[in-house]
């Protein structure tokens, strides 16, 4: 996952990432293997900052979602795109996250499997006809649904789908029966971890794995993430939510491309494109620029301007915007936009202040955006 991104500027992320969990992310992310990668502590970590690098990379193109989502994990990733938490919460959450899902699921063994071909309410009866312990874990997209339990509940689950009309019923290389009651004990240990972290409000809404809504004040996202963990991940819900409020583009960011073959499955018509390289953000700025010449008028934040400019933090600290240059201004080169700690945050670009894309008392990184500029 890594190796793409190794001189590019977005890994120093990585160097950030492994100070706070006390871990060699670099070496995880270069190096480890597909045995290495099934334990969870080690997966969840590597697709936060992997997905982290690429978030960074499409900030610096000056590209803004209109909303905001992500599948399990994800959502995590997805906070942080909004700024309700920042990159080292983040990082320290994913951690503790990853840990309380391992004992969970070391302490109650399970496994997942997904069921293909078959409706929700098929697989949710082909649940309660194994008279075990299983459940459904994800809700991903018409006829993509996850299962998860003990293994011999999983199994008995399978065996009733494929009698139900499954067209297939795949093992999930996982460690744990993610999303289940068999994650109760980490969900009452990530709460903890949760209530002390500095969770902000968002400008921009996240659509909830739980509920499938949108929500940007910060008192929701504290029930709402130790929840999920012990609740299925209503993805196909989430997509279903955005597309109602008019989202028709959907950009995957991060390794892989499965959450595109979700949406293109759930939402007929979207526009989706995955990103994962930094060879396919140029891909990005081609598919936002050809949708908005298409039409129709884009969302706010969607449309990509080519005199747009980002203006980057100079170290890693506490942000404070400058009260003398508040959103509408006109800057000048070395204009004073805030501070991060005691350092000065200055434009090296004139133009329009659009806005501040950090928030006043913001932990931001080296490099992180901080504020947008129109040029022209």
Request: with cysteine; proline share 5%; net charge negative.
């Amino acid at each position: 996952m890594g190796r793409p991104w190794v001189d590019h500027e977005s890994w120093e992320l990585v160097g950030e990432a492994s100070e706070i969990a006390g871990r060699d992310v670099g070496k995880l992310l270069l190096e480890a293997d597909a045995e290495e990668l099934r334990d969870t502590r080690n997966a969840q970590l590597t697709t936060y900052v992997s997905s982290m690098m690429v978030l960074d990379a499409v900030e610096r193109l000056g590209i803004e979602p209109s909303f905001c989502a992500g599948h399990s994990l994800g959502e995590y990733t997805a906070l942080t795109a909004t700024g309700a938490l920042a990159f080292d919460e983040g990082v320290a959450l994913v951690a503790e996250r990853a840990s309380a899902m391992h004992e969970a699921g070391t302490a109650s063994p399970g496994t997942m499997a997904a069921v293909l071909g078959l409706d929700d309410d098929d697989v949710e009866v082909a649940c309660r006809r194994a008279d075990a312990e299983v459940w459904v874990a994800n809700f991903n997209a018409p006829g993509q649904v996850v299962i998860a339990g003990s293994p011999a509940g999983v199994e008995a689950a399978a065996a009733h789908a494929k009698e139900l009309g499954a067209k297939k019923v795949m093992p999930l290389q996982v460690s744990g029966a993610f999303h289940t009651p068999f994650m109760a004990a980490a969900r009452d240990r990530l709460r903890q971890a949760i209530a002390g972290a500095n969770i902000r409000d968002a400008e921009v809404a996240v659509v909830s794995n739980v509920d499938a809504l949108p929500h940007d004040a910060a008192d929701e996202w504290i029930s709402l993430l130790s929840a999920q963990l012990s609740s299925p991940v209503r993805w196909k819900h989430c997509l279903l939510t955005m597309a109602e409020a008019g989202v028709t583009g959907f950009v995957e960011l991060g390794p892989g491309g499965v959450l595109t073959g979700m949406a293109k499955r759930t939402v007929n018509g979207a526009r989706t494109i995955s990103v994962a390289t930094p060879d396919e953000l140029d891909k990005l700025i081609d598919w936002v620029n050809k949708a908005a010449a298409a039409g129709p008028a884009p969302l706010e934040g969607e449309l990509l301007f080519a005199t747009e400019r980002l203006v980057v933090s100079p170290c890693a600290g506490v942000f404070s915007p400058d009260t003398l240059h508040p959103a509408g201004t006109r800057i000048t080169v070395g204009d004073i936009l805030g501070r991060v700690g005691d350092t000065e945050v200055r434009s090296a670009f004139a133009g329009i202040l659009q806005s501040y894309i950090a928030v006043d008392g913001e932990r931001v990184t080296h490099r992180q955006p901080i504020a947008w500029l129109r040029t022209h």
